[in-house]
């Protein structure tokens, strides 16, 4: 049996993920492994709550949605604390993307990971010196993320917000931005482009396409940037606004993989969404901190998603 030898296992679990109805269930379940658990109770408390282990324990984990997942790497990042610490992920919420694409399929299964499974090292990003795990977003507006239901976001997870704007795109006002890609290290040119945008969709563990579940590679030290512009807004809409939106033939997407990126916007602010987390900037510094988080995954956890030719993402 796979087990760490911490002074002190600490679980953060938020109550109000998903359903609701995870409580009982993970807190047993963590109990009978040794689990210190500490519930959430307000915005903010799973960064405090993995400051705080981050002194005292070398595994936490985080029982909740991304937004969970994405306090608790944050609150260990800040505290200095990921380099001592392995991150564990119980999906509780109600997409839980990032479970999904590092071969989590549920909360008995995430224990057993925890106990037996491989620890990763994989890389993060930081997003003007806040943390991100999966996608940065840019494009979703608060009124769209607050109309998404339960079941879209289930069912499409960070597209389902893509999806609302794209049934309201009359009234959706695009983005004048600016964005600068660096230089990557296996040929990846730098390369700047201007011009009106719907979206723009940085990956890190997170793949756009049309499905709701897709990996990108995790371990490259380099993001998969999509930007949709505006020119073919009124052409995605329809039943397969998916598929069209991210079709590899579309000539309104543009794809980009880079370890950095800056986009700037050349009107006002813009709000985006780190792993569902919000913040507003008119100028936002993209980075990869490459192999920064060491995190136990499933065995459908693939390190290079693209080993069988699925996604030739060119340079």
Not at 115 to 134: C, S
Request: glycine letters at 10%.
């Amino acid at each position: 049996m796979h087990v760490d030898d911490a002074t002190e296992r600490v679980l953060v679990l938020n109550p109000v993920s998903g359903s609701e109805d995870h409580v009982e269930d993970v807190v047993e379940l963590a109990t009978e492994r040794g689990f210190d658990v500490r519930k959430t109770e307000a915005a903010g408390d799973g960064q405090r709550l993995a400051r705080e282990a981050a002194e005292e324990a070398d595994l936490v984990a985080a029982a909740g949605g991304d937004g969970t997942v994405n306090e608790v790497v944050d609150g260990l990042a800040s505290a200095d604390g990921l380099e001592t610490t392995t991150v564990a992920v119980v999906p509780a919420g109600t997409g839980n993307n990032f479970a999904s694409n590092i071969g989590l399929e549920g909360i008995e299964h995430a224990f057993d990971v925890i106990e037996n499974g491989r620890r990763r090292t994989i890389d993060l990003g930081t997003a003007n010196d806040r943390t991100f795990v999966n996608s940065c977003v840019g494009g979703i507006t608060a009124e769209a993320s607050s109309e998404t239901s339960a079941e879209g976001k289930a069912e499409f997870g960070v597209l389902a917000y893509v999806m609302n704007g794209i049934e309201t795109v009359r009234s959706f006002e695009s983005l004048p931005l600016r964005v600068e890609t660096a230089q990557g290290p296996s040929g990846e040119v730098a390369e700047s482009w201007t011009g009106e945008a719907m979206f723009v969709l940085v990956g890190n563990c997170r793949r756009f396409s049309g499905t709701r579940t897709a990996q990108a590679d995790v371990e490259d030290g380099l993001f998969e940037v999509t930007i949709v512009e505006d020119a073919g807004a009124l052409d995605l809409l329809g039943e397969t606004a998916l598929e069209r939106l991210f079709d590899r033939g579309n000539a309104h997407v543009v794809r980009r993989r880079t370890p950095s990126l800056t986009i700037e916007s050349l009107r006002d602010s813009v709000e985006y969404s780190l792993d569902g987390e919000m913040l507003e900037t008119e100028t936002l510094d993209l980075e990869t901190e490459s192999a920064a988080l060491t995190i136990a995954v499933g065995d459908g956890y693939r390190p290079n998603p693209d080993d069988d030719d699925r996604w030739p993402f060119g340079a």
